[in-house]
């Protein structure tokens, strides 16, 4: 069994370099994942001269970690962004996701890209007599929207005991990697990308921005934020805005391919898809989500998905933003400073829509979608006490949790700093610095994926302390020398 993402298996085969120079762009878009290439491919006509940095590999992030899906039948999302917004805007975000269904089928039919893409009926269920009334109401706002929606009763679906369920056709499953790597063939000869180029600091000046790596600086007229967390606070305060979902994947081998996907509205989540390559079927079973500041056993929370009979091939956790409305924050949200974030799990949708809206925003065209997801839209003033009572909490959890016990983690102190020094199975010995970089909370150890994952703001750090995934901007391995971010 492998602890990583079965993606992974095709990861994007074209290599770029580091930054090795200072340099100059109209567009700097920062992450390399889809929202990022989706916003790279839609520019690369525009006459504007284009940079994309990663601060590791291509689709190495939260990306390579989806379960792949295209689908708008997103459990409850319609019922909330109506109880949240609106009956309107719960419409307008199912057209959206119905464009964005559109939008990559045309991509992938125009450019020839080969990413398994393939119809798959969704089916939305539930195996509690409580959650009926929540899914016939789904059922009618769904055909309010004119979309025809299939009732079925009492059944099994892949194995698991079925009551009710809704089912849609017009969706689809893919490859992401596979997905990207066609991306990036197009815009690779016309915009210019560099890996492993992490940029630590963002700094305005008059009419352009100065954007920091370790040793070389950007000047850009535009910034395109196409990170999973953004790592500043300040102007946007985003982590008062949303809160944050661990899931977990496995991945076993199954005689026949079954040819649907689904997801049930239960307290306990359960999703589904199938994928085929040249060697096998799998079936794709994701199982439970948890929020990250409470729920922080990795170990605990993968052996729920041991449940399943058959033996796991693959198994990885994905950590999602969860936006107080349930709508992303896609826009502007400073002069010539755009964000792309806050999917609801939803990335593969709404990171291609993404692409989109932003360059139709940087290029002054017209976007039906733009007022529905822009990012400076006001919150609803009842829902503040709770959100920053959460998020407040979240934090106090990450900075006062105490270090877990493991009897190949050992901890001491470095020049007054608390450092772990994990021993693996060949005796070899990882050491770190506990604390996140970002806003100083502790580190959790995942024992199952062996990274150093912070339970308030979702960063991630290999088991030598590499940063993998933000808001931080820095390592934690222990000749590794960082400072408070700089904010814009």
Not at 186 to 213: A, G
Not at 339 to 350: D, I, V
Not at 386 to 407: A, D, L, R, V, W
Not at 413 to 431: F, N, V, W
């Amino acid at each position: 069994m492998k602890n990583e993402s079965i993606w992974l298996e095709d990861k994007i085969k074209t290599n770029h370099n580091k930054l090795e120079k200072n340099l100059e762009t109209d567009i700097l878009i920062i992450g390399g994942g889809i929202t990022g290439i989706s916003c790279a491919y839609h520019l690369i006509d525009s006459n504007l001269k284009v940079t994309l940095v990663e601060a590791n590999e291509l689709g190495s992030g939260v990306t390579s970690k989806t379960t792949g899906k295209l689908t708008f039948l997103q459990e409850d999302i319609y019922s909330k962004i109506t109880n949240t917004s609106s009956e309107v805007n719960a419409k307008l975000y199912y057209q959206a996701q119905k464009h964005a269904i559109s939008l990559v089928k045309e991509i992938i039919s125009k450019n020839k890209i080969n990413c398994d893409l393939e119809p798959s009926p969704s089916y939305l269920f539930t195996n509690s007599n409580d959650k009926i009334p929540s899914l016939k109401k789904i059922k009618n706002l769904l055909e309010s929207y004119s979309e025809k929606v299939t009732i079925k009763k009492n059944f099994n679906l892949a194995d698991i005991p079925c009551k009710y369920a809704l089912a849609v056709s017009d969706c689809y499953v893919f490859h992401p990697l596979k997905y990207l790597n066609g991306l990036v063939n197009l815009i690779k000869n016309k915009i210019s990308i560099y890996e492993y180029t992490r940029i630590t600091c963002i700094k305005k000046q008059s009419n352009y921005f100065i954007c920091k790596t370790k040793n070389h600086s950007i000047k850009t007229k535009k910034i395109i934020l196409a990170l999973h967390y953004p790592y500043f606070l300040i102007p946007y305060l985003f982590p008062f805005k949303v809160n944050l979902e661990k899931s977990y994947i496995s991945v076993t081998t199954e005689k026949n391919k079954n040819n649907f996907n689904a997801i049930n509205l239960d307290e306990e989540t359960i999703s589904i898809r199938y994928h085929k390559n040249k060697n096998n079927n799998y079936k794709l079973y994701l199982h439970p989500s948890r929020n990250i500041c409470i729920h922080t056993n990795d170990l605990e929370n993968f052996q729920k998905n041991q449940s399943i009979s058959a033996e796991l091939k693959y198994r990885w956790s994905n950590i999602d933003i969860i936006t107080n409305d349930y709508l992303p924050y896609i826009g502007e949200i400073e002069d010539n400073l755009y964000l792309a974030t806050g999917y609801n799990t939803w990335g593969m949708t709404n990171g291609s829509l993404a692409g989109e809206i932003i360059s139709d925003l940087i290029l002054n065209r017209n976007n039906q979608y733009s007022d529905l997801f822009n990012p400076k839209r006001s919150l609803k003033l009842t829902k503040l006490p709770s959100i920053i009572g959460s998020s407040i909490k979240g934090y106090k959890e990450g900075i006062t949790k105490n270090f877990q016990t493991n009897k190949n983690i050992t901890y001491n102190e470095l020049d007054g700093r608390k450092i772990a020094t994990y021993q693996d199975e060949k005796g070899i010995k990882h050491s770190v610095y506990l604390k996140c970089p970002h806003l100083k909370c502790n580190l959790i150890f995942n024992e199952v994926e062996k990274t150093w994952d912070c339970p308030c703001h979702g960063s991630r750090f290999n088991i030598d302390g590499k940063c993998l995934e933000g808001p931080s901007n820095y390592d934690i391995s222990v000749d590794q020398t960082f400072d408070n971010v700089n904010h814009l």
